[in-house]
Nanobody, 127 residues
Framework: QVQLVESGGGQVQPGRSLRLSCAAS????????ITWFRQAPGKEREGVSC????????YYKDSVKGRFTMSRNDAKNTVYLEMNSLKPEDTAVYYC????????????????????WGQGTQVTVSS
């Protein structure tokens, strides 16, 4: 049984940092695209960052480029999203999801392509 568990969310002031974790169990991540999505109140879910488990190709939403960094620790079967210089518009519930890397490819921000989802972790950026 595949499970994804996010952690690391919280409330921070603008300009501060948070690191989100997504711990996977029941499968290795080598043949998956691992993606962070977020959903703010009243808005559609959007892709934030994706890493291909087979070759570490990484994608970022334009608005987070240079501020967010995705990484992985294979020994812990965990992926991370380091979020720096946070802005109020980054406020959302953040989810990690995995799907077949060969089926997703560069269309990483299409949420319907993902098979497994975590429960989400709230990130609030506010002064």
């Amino acid at each position: 049984q595949v499970q994804l568990v996010e952690s690391g969310g919280g409330q921070v002031q603008p300009g501060r940092s948070l690191r989100l974790s997504c711990a996977a169990s029941g499968t290795a991540l080598d043949y998956y695209a691992i993606t962070w999505f977020r959903q703010a109140p009243g808005k559609e879910r959007e892709g934030v960052s994706c890493m291909h488990g087979n070759d570490d190709t990484t994608y970022y939403k334009d608005s987070v480029k240079g501020r967010f960094t995705m990484s992985r620790n294979d020994a812990k079967n965990t992926v991370y999203l380091e979020m720096n210089s946070l802005k109020p518009e980054d406020t959302a519930v953040y989810y990690c999801a995995i799907g077949d890397v060969y089926g997703i490819g560069s269309t990483w921000d299409v949420d319907a392509l993902y098979d497994y989802w975590g429960q989400g972790t709230q990130v609030t950026v506010s002064s």
